[in-house]
């Protein structure tokens, strides 16, 4: 069993930066890829980034260069560095485990896996 923590989310000005984080308890997390996800009101769930257990990472081409997803396998945390954020990066973030190791669909799977439950970014003057 594995649950998930996210925490970081705020509101930011645009070209600003947060940092996301997402814990996991369990000893399985090394186990698992990790992906973070995201849902802006009247939107589908997308994937943002994901990352595999070696560390093999992809994102969605609306955040490459901008955001950075990291993994400490030591500490059982998976990380989003947002950086230049702009106001349609506004969403609720979710921390998400599938059940793979080396792969992190680009469609969110509901009902297998395990998902936290979000953390708000809000990017306004």
């Known amino acids: 069993q594995v649950q998930l923590v996210e925490s970081g989310g705020g509101l930011v000005q645009p070209g600003g930066s947060l940092r996301l984080s997402c814990a996991a308890s369990?000893?399985?997390?090394?186990?698992?890829?990790m992906g973070w996800y995201r849902q802006a009101p009247g939107k589908q769930r997308e994937l943002v980034a994901g990352?595999?257990?070696?560390?093999?990472?992809k994102y969605v081409d609306s955040v490459k260069g901008r955001f950075t997803i990291s993994r400490d396998n030591a500490k059982n945390t998976v990380i989003l560095q947002m950086n230049s954020l702009k106001p349609e990066d506004t969403a609720v973030y979710y921390c998400?485990?599938?059940?793979?190791?080396?792969?992190?669909?680009?469609?969110?799977?509901?009902?297998?896996?395990?998902w936290g439950k979000g953390t708000l970014v809000t990017v306004s003057s």
């Open positions: 990352i595999t257990r070696g560390g093999s990472t």
């Open positions: 998400n485990a599938p059940p793979y190791s080396d792969y992190v669909p680009d469609l969110p799977l509901y009902g297998v896996g395990y």
């Open positions: 369990g000893s399985i997390f090394t186990l698992y890829a």
